[in-house]
């Protein structure tokens, strides 16, 4: 199979200065809103590349769970291996790629950790079946078999069966406070749309970048 004849046009949509929000807060909410409205399997799912301090860089999938003008919020175990190379190297980078609409957002910006309040306002909305979970999983460690971790589990919901499940002092969230937000719409002949806010102080300065 050649590969390198696979290929598609982008012509769903252009993005011109002149419709950009004030912020890309704004901007990213009327994005985001778009892409629950066209039913893009899972809009909040990102991507998120971390930094050892050795320089060895690392890629994931997480889900974001909330937003404004403060910034980007995920959760995760603090044990894993990106929050052992966020506590390293803070700075980090985000990719929400919608395909559905020809559209991606980069973020690049600081990770620092929520509040346990935040932490835990959001723990105890997850389904009981994922709050186990978080107790269950050493998050990165190597394991033997699938089978420890059923183990594990039938024994967290023996231990918490008589009431709810509390936060686990290892587990919270991060917020990705962003310094430039990259808004990229698909174009033809591969001349796509690129504008890019960057911080400046309180306010930020919005640029077009070549495709």
Excluded: C
Aim: a neutral charge.
């Amino acid at each position: 199979m050649d590969i390198g004849a696979l290929r598609r046009e982008y012509t769903q949509a252009d993005l011109s200065r002149a419709t950009l929000a004030a912020n890309p807060f704004e901007q990213f909410h009327q994005w985001f809103q778009q892409a629950i409205a066209a039913e893009v399997l899972e809009p909040n799912a990102m991507q998120i590349a971390t930094v050892a301090a050795n320089g060895k860089p690392t890629l994931r999938t997480v889900l974001l769970k909330s937003y404004d003008e403060n910034g980007f919020v995920f959760f995760t175990n603090y044990h894993s291996q990106k929050a052992q190379q966020i506590s390293e190297n803070p700075q980090v980078a985000l990719l929400l790629f919608w395909k559905e609409l020809e559209r991606q957002v980069e973020i690049t910006g600081r990770a620092e950790k929520v509040s346990t309040l935040e932490s835990l306002r959001y723990f105890i909305s997850r389904p009981r079946g994922s709050q186990l979970g978080a107790w269950v999983s050493a998050q990165s460690s190597i394991i033997t078999s699938r089978t420890l971790l059923e183990i594990k589990l039938d024994e967290m919901k023996r231990k918490f069966s008589a009431g709810e499940i509390p936060l686990p002092d290892f587990w919270g969230g991060y917020r990705i406070v962003p310094e430039t937000v990259e808004f990229w719409q698909g174009r033809s002949s591969r001349l796509h749309d690129r504008f890019e806010y960057r911080r400046q102080s309180a306010d930020w300065e919005v640029v077009r970048l070549a495709p």
